[in-house]
């Protein structure tokens, strides 16, 4: 007989209590996502499914959990894996003590290294693992026309992907000039994913505009910082993924949405989330704290990380504490406060009180995956140089807790008709260096709100191209950082004003990811901020807001190696108001 039927008769069997099944929590204050409801029950397991929730359920195992609530487990529906600096192992060890069991990620950051090999990297290096990791084909590598990436791909390079049961459709559409003009090879990979799920990236869009983005048939949005611009997002069907992650943070802001009619309409996403707030605070089980303490529903709050994003992206077989869905279980000490006790994942106990259990052992070594892709012409000091023509220049200037800039005219200093960094002014250098091809691009610009007083930081992670971006008081050291970037084959450092290194962090995958360990990675990561802050800067999270400054994506100003780019003309401009044409890129 089919080895699925008989495992349906199993689970039929054991619905109907007629035999024990594989575990039964015993005692269970369930909450049910889809009444609202918090009911005493058992929870009996078969062959990693939920076979019924009821009482007087036995099993051959039995877990007594009276007195502590079960949920499912939590979905986080748009993360970068890149971002947490951890291979997808590593983040899905450092994920399921919080009770995550099922993230959707989109591998545009080491697509646009390594292309199509980035994406295979990803999907080969999650496999066979207690955590599911389901990706969107990259729709925008490279992200624009304004940048250079190490890879791009057109809707015949992705189609490959739609074979792969866990690619679940089209990332992030971040071009969304490029569907607004009709750009026909953008509408392509719209058109290959027409039948799947297709997620957007419309900060700002509104009106006829925001009609004709989601005419193309684009679900979603997380880039919504604006409340009056969510709404209009929400009653155009959207999806609106509310950011809580390491540099936007947009809970706050959003939440007031919500009510009951309209709540189906919302999922809780970190989107870039570095190692270090994982370590510090944990990952969607803090966000539904944070929302439970705004006043959000603890049983909409958590709705938010489970059913909602589940039904959004057709993963039909989780998202909530019924039969016939997956058994991926958070149980809980405390509903309110989120506290997490244990995790299963399809049934197995995989968390117990923030220790891993039945989780791979630890990997062999890793392959220096992408690192030959790191590829700078020759560079001096004098590379860095921004002659001075007069007048005033267009400044980057930092929001803080957001990843839009503005763009801002400021006087600035000169000396023998070259710019000058101001340090009383807090406006810096800000260069990034073509890294992929050795083409020799070096986009020159200037940024205020670093508050950096001496020396220099760099970083290869650089949304989305992934080039090696710098800020720095000196040329000398922003030229010592970007070797030490480069000699590393990727990774972050920071460069005093006499040109020591006082604090460099590897990341020898791609430039993009370390092989370590969540703690290791916490420990470098927090070394290279604390060099960042002895040079005097102020910004909390020094490289996250950095590796944004290069995203031409996102409003208002950005820079990449060809040079500024206007973000709202999407277009390179000249650095100088007086000049007439594009920014020379040398």
Same mark, same amino acid.
């Given at each position: 007989?089919?080895?699925?039927v008989e495992v349906l008769k199993k689970r039929i069997s054991v619905a109907r209590r007629e035999i024990p099944g594989d575990l039964?929590?015993?005692?269970?204050?369930?909450?049910?996502?889809? %009444?609202?409801?918090?009911?005493?029950?058992?929870?009996?397991?078969?062959?990693?499914?939920?076979?019924?929730?009821?009482?007087? /359920?036995?099993?051959?195992?039995?877990?007594?959990?009276?007195?502590?609530?079960?949920?499912?487990?939590?979905?986080?529906?748009?993360? !970068?894996?890149?971002?947490?600096?951890?291979?997808?192992?590593?983040?899905?060890?450092?994920?399921?003590?919080?009770?995550?069991?099922?993230?959707?990620?989109?591998?545009?950051?080491?697509?646009?290294?390594?292309?199509?090999?980035?994406?295979?990297?990803?999907?080969?290096?999650?496999?066979?693992?207690? &955590?599911?990791?389901?990706?969107?084909?990259?729709?925008?590598?490279?992200?624009?026309?304004?940048?250079?990436?190490?890879?791009?791909?057109?809707?015949?390079?992705?189609?490959?992907?739609?074979? +792969?049961?866990?690619?679940?459709?089209?990332?992030?559409?971040?071009? &969304?000039?490029?569907?607004?003009?009709?750009?026909? $090879?953008?509408?392509?990979?719209?058109?290959?994913?027409?039948?799947?799920?297709?997620?957007? !990236?419309?900060?700002?869009?509104?009106?006829?505009?925001? $009609?004709? /983005?989601?005419?193309?048939?684009?679900?979603?949005?997380? +880039?919504? @910082?604006? #409340?009056? +611009?969510?709404?209009?997002?929400?009653?155009?069907?959207?999806?609106?993924?509310?950011?809580?992650?390491?540099?936007?943070?947009?809970? +706050?802001?959003?939440?007031?949405?919500?009510?009951?009619?309209?709540?189906?309409?919302?999922?809780?996403?970190?989107?870039?989330?570095?190692?270090?707030?994982?370590?510090?605070?944990?990952?969607?089980? &803090? %966000?539904?704290?944070?929302?439970?303490?705004?006043?959000?529903?603890?049983?909409?709050?958590?709705?938010? @990380?489970?059913?909602? *994003?589940?039904?959004?992206?057709?993963? #039909?077989? #989780?998202?909530?504490?019924?039969?016939?869905?997956?058994?991926?279980?958070?149980?809980?000490?405390?509903?309110?406060?989120?506290?997490?006790?244990?995790? /299963?994942?399809?049934?197995?106990?995989?968390?117990?009180?923030?220790?891993?259990?039945?989780? *791979?052992?630890?990997?062999?070594?890793?392959?220096?995956?992408?690192?030959?892709?790191?590829?700078?012409?020759?560079?001096?000091?004098?590379?860095?140089?921004?002659?001075?023509?007069?007048?005033?220049?267009?400044?980057?200037?930092?929001?803080?807790?957001?990843? =839009?800039?503005?763009?801002?005219?400021?006087?600035?200093?000169?000396?023998?008709?070259?710019?000058?960094?101001?340090?009383?002014?807090?406006?810096?250098?800000?260069? =990034?260096?073509?890294?992929?091809?050795?083409?020799?691009?070096?986009?020159?610009?200037?940024?205020?709100?670093?508050?950096?007083? !001496?020396?220099?930081?760099?970083?290869?992670?650089?949304?989305?191209?992934?080039?090696?971006?710098? =800020?720095?008081?000196?040329?000398?050291?922003?030229?010592?950082?970007?070797?030490? @970037?480069?000699?590393?084959?990727?990774?972050?450092?920071?460069?005093?004003?006499?040109?020591?290194?006082?604090?460099?962090?590897?990341?020898?995958?791609?430039?993009?990811?370390?092989? $370590?360990?969540?703690?290791?990675?916490?420990? $470098?990561?927090?070394? =290279?901020?604390?060099?960042?802050?002895?040079?005097?800067?102020?910004?909390?999270?020094?490289?996250?807001?950095?590796? &944004?400054?290069?995203?031409?994506?996102?409003?208002?100003?950005?820079?990449?190696?060809?040079g500024l780019v206007d973000v709202n003309r999407f277009e390179i401009v000249s650095l100088f108001s007086s000049n007439r044409g594009?920014?020379?890129?040398?």
């Amino acid at each position: 007989m089919n080895t699925t039927v008989e495992v349906l008769k199993k689970r039929i069997s054991v619905a109907r209590r007629e035999i024990p099944g594989d575990l039964v929590l015993k005692g269970a204050m369930v909450v049910n996502v889809f %009444t609202g409801d918090i009911q005493d029950n058992d929870i009996a397991i078969s062959e990693g499914v939920i076979a019924g929730v009821g009482p007087d /359920y036995h099993g051959k195992d039995e877990v007594d959990i009276e007195g502590k609530w079960v949920v499912p487990g939590l979905i986080d529906g748009h993360i !970068h894996i890149e971002s947490s600096m951890l291979i997808p192992s590593r983040l899905a060890a450092a994920l399921l003590p919080h009770g995550t069991t099922t993230i959707v990620s989109d591998p545009h950051e080491i697509a646009n290294v390594m292309g199509i090999d980035g994406i295979h990297f990803m999907l080969e290096e999650s496999r066979s693992i207690p &955590f599911d990791i389901f990706f969107m084909a990259s729709s925008c590598v490279p992200a624009t026309h304004l940048e250079t990436a190490g890879a791009t791909l057109s809707a015949s390079d992705l189609s490959g992907l739609k074979e +792969e049961p866990r690619i679940l459709g089209l990332a992030e559409v971040m071009n &969304f000039p490029g569907v607004l003009m009709g750009n026909e $090879q953008v509408l392509e990979k719209i058109a290959l994913f027409k039948d799947e799920v297709v997620d957007g !990236h419309c900060p700002s869009l509104k009106g006829y505009d925001l $009609q004709a /983005y989601l005419a193309a048939g684009i679900r979603s949005d997380h +880039e919504t @910082v604006n #409340r009056l +611009e969510g709404l209009e997002k929400v009653q155009s069907g959207m999806m609106l993924m509310i950011r809580d992650g390491t540099t936007a943070k947009n809970l +706050e802001e959003l939440l007031p949405l919500v009510n009951t009619n309209n709540s189906r309409r919302f999922c809780f996403v970190s989107d870039d989330l570095h190692a270090e707030d994982i370590l510090k605070r944990g990952h969607l089980n &803090f %966000t539904v704290k944070k929302a439970v303490k705004s006043g959000l529903d603890p049983v909409t709050a958590i709705r938010f @990380v489970t059913l909602n *994003p589940a039904e959004y992206f057709g993963l #039909r077989d #989780r998202g909530a504490v019924a039969p016939g869905f997956k058994a991926d279980l958070v149980v809980l000490n405390a509903l309110e406060k989120f506290e997490v006790a244990s995790v /299963y994942k399809d049934g197995r106990l995989v968390s117990d009180y923030g220790t891993l259990v039945n989780f *791979p052992a630890e990997k062999g070594e890793m392959p220096l995956v992408g690192s030959k892709t790191f590829n700078i012409a020759p560079f001096t000091s004098d590379s860095f140089k921004i002659p001075h023509p007069g007048g005033k220049a267009k400044v980057i200037e930092i929001i803080p807790g957001q990843i =839009v800039t503005r763009m801002i005219y400021k006087n600035v200093k000169s000396k023998d008709n070259w710019v000058a960094p101001d340090i009383e002014s807090d406006i810096l250098k800000l260069c =990034v260096v073509e890294r992929h091809n050795a083409t020799g691009n070096i986009g020159l610009g200037l940024v205020r709100g670093f508050g950096l007083k !001496h020396g220099a930081i760099a970083s290869s992670v650089a949304h989305d191209s992934h080039n090696v971006i710098v =800020v720095g008081v000196s040329d000398e050291a922003i030229c010592r950082a970007v070797e030490v @970037v480069r000699d590393m084959g990727g990774g972050l450092a920071a460069v005093s004003g006499d040109r020591k290194v006082v604090a460099e962090m590897p990341l020898e995958i791609a430039g993009l990811m370390s092989g $370590q360990q969540l703690e290791t990675v916490v420990k $470098q990561l927090h070394a =290279v901020k604390e060099a960042a802050a002895s040079l005097g800067c102020s910004v909390e999270e020094p490289f996250m807001a950095l590796s &944004f400054l290069a995203l031409p994506v996102i409003p208002e100003i950005k820079l990449s190696d060809r040079g500024l780019v206007d973000v709202n003309r999407f277009e390179i401009v000249s650095l100088f108001s007086s000049n007439r044409g594009p920014c020379n890129a040398s």
